[in-house]
């Protein structure tokens, strides 16, 4: 016992520094991630687009539970997890509340479908709910494996962070302020030509045809500072050296900018990036982490595989976005060791 507490101590300790990571680079990019959950049920991702949204991991499957501590101490308990029943009335007063203003709220498990859906039907959450098989989400979103959820503004940047029992008002409403108000689902007449350029990811038209209609002046004004918030997380991830992050926004960017001056600046510094050894060096890294990601990592053999290459990567790229997410897998990787050792 003195032995797997020292273990769990340790991984704990790991999951702070991971946690600390995910906090401070806010202008990690969430459509990629949500576009590789397994079937949302209740909402397709595009209806997320424009809105802000929280995102809740939920355990309903759990036979192991590391709840953490102060200190990074970590206790072992082998209930179906309780904080994602306490959390879900919440979660659940602040769809009904807050979907007219702008909010939509998804659950996302890394465990089966059956006892999701039962854990929805049974909590009475009618929220959309999505499957995370590979951890790619839910190592943003929990990366404590501690029942988190993640608010996300309209252009997927992180500013909140935690128990949403926690959640203050005044932090979702600024998350809320640039919001679509209605989701692109109930657009109806007029606005079905803007909805289709959004779709499409052609931002610059869809504002050129929102400013062409009197009564589309206020959602002209949000596409338009959306855009804005685009370019600026875009230009903050190069600061970071986050390349995945800009090499996919900058690849949302062209087509969201064609027409655009500001598109020259994109392409600039994407063509930076192509011939930057070094920021290429993590930018394969980073690429590498992400496969790493979706390997079957409850298989031993598969499991080992992953950490010898998350150790060689947080050993090359020291200091660097890759090795934070390395690091990341490696926090997981340990977790899932520990429970694979206490199941035996």
């Not at 990019?29 to 397994?38: G, N, W």
């Not at 859906?117 to 989400?137: C, F, I, P, Y």
């Not at 930076?272 to 409850?298: I, S």
Request: proline share 2%; net charge positive; charged share 30%.
């Amino acid at each position: 016992m003195k032995i797997q507490h020292l273990i769990l101590v340790v991984v704990g300790l790991a999951v702070g520094l991971a946690q600390a990571a995910v906090a401070q680079r806010q202008c990690l990019p969430l459509e990629p991630r949500l576009a590789a959950l397994h079937a949302p049920q209740g909402g397709a991702q595009q209806a997320f687009l424009g809105r802000a949204m929280l995102i809740k991991a939920i355990h309903p499957d759990r036979d192991l539970d590391l709840v953490s501590y102060a200190n990074w101490a970590l206790e072992v308990t082998t209930e179906v997890c309780r904080r994602c029943e306490k959390q879900a009335a919440r979660l659940e007063e602040l769809r009904a509340d807050h979907a007219d203003a702008g909010l939509d709220v998804l659950c996302i498990t890394g465990d089966r479908e059956q006892p999701a859906k039962r854990w929805m039907k049974d909590n009475r959450v009618k929220a959309a709910w999505a499957l995370d098989q590979h951890g790619d989400l839910l190592d943003v979103v929990d990366p404590r494996n501690c029942c988190e959820a993640v608010l996300a503004d309209a252009n997927g940047r992180i500013v909140w962070r935690g128990d949403v029992l926690r959640l203050e008002g005044k932090v979702l409403e600024t998350a809320l302020a640039e919001a679509f108000a209605e989701s692109m689902q109930r657009w109806q007449g007029g606005l079905d030509a803007v909805r289709q350029a959004l779709r499409r990811g052609e931002w610059t038209k869809a504002l050129e045809r929102a400013r062409a209609m009197d009564d589309a002046v206020g959602l002209a004004g949000k596409i338009e500072r959306q855009l804005a918030g685009k370019l600026e997380l875009f230009e903050r991830a190069a600061k970071e050296g986050d390349w995945l992050a800009v090499q996919l926004r900058g690849e949302e960017l062209q087509k969201a900018l064609l027409g655009d001056a500001r598109r020259k600046l994109v392409l600039e510094a994407l063509a930076g990036l192509k011939v930057d050894r070094e920021a290429q060096g993590v930018l394969k890294a980073q690429r590498q982490v992400r496969e790493t990601r979706a390997m079957q990592l409850t298989r031993t053999r598969e499991r080992a595989t992953a950490k010898a290459r998350m150790e060689a990567i947080c050993e090359a790229q020291v200091g660097t976005v890759a090795a934070q997410d390395a690091q990341m897998l490696l926090v997981r990787i340990a977790r899932l060791e520990t429970e694979a050792r206490a199941m035996r």
